[in-house]
């Protein structure tokens, strides 16, 4: 059974830091793109950063030069390094797993629960 597991969620103030973990089990996700989604309440599931299984990168508008994704393969796991953080970051964060469009979230095969970003201004 494959599962993805996020940790790393919280509060913290505007400007402030967190990192993301998801580590995945069941399979390797080594030759697979994997992602970062968020949700805020009342609103789609929106892209926030991808990576291929190369290590090239892709980041929505609004975060890009803020948050960084990466990957060890050996740990099977995805982060999210998430920088100056602002109130329009609070959502729960959830990573997902083997697509073949990167910001296209109907494409994505696998994806963990969630873990709740808070951002207190």
């Known amino acids: 059974q494959v599962q993805l597991v996020e940790s790393g969620g919280g509060l913290v103030q505007a400007g402030g830091s967190l990192r993301l973990s998801c580590a995945a089990s069941g399979r390797t996700f080594s030759s697979s793109a994997m992602a970062w989604f968020r949700q805020a309440p009342g609103k789609e599931r929106t892209f926030v950063a991808a990576?291929?299984?190369?290590?090239?990168?892709y980041y929505a508008n609004s975060v890009k030069g803020r948050f960084t994704i990466s990957r060890d393969n050996a740990k099977n796991s995805v982060y999210l390094q998430m920088n100056s953080l602002k109130s329009e970051d609070t959502a729960v964060y959830c990573c997902?797993?083997?697509?073949?469009?990167?910001?296209?979230?109907?494409?994505?095969?696998?994806w963990g629960q969630g873990t709740q970003v808070t951002v207190s201004s």
């Open positions: 990576i291929s299984w190369r290590g090239s990168t």
């Open positions: 997902a797993a083997e697509t073949t469009s990167y910001y296209d979230r109907q494409e994505y095969t696998y």
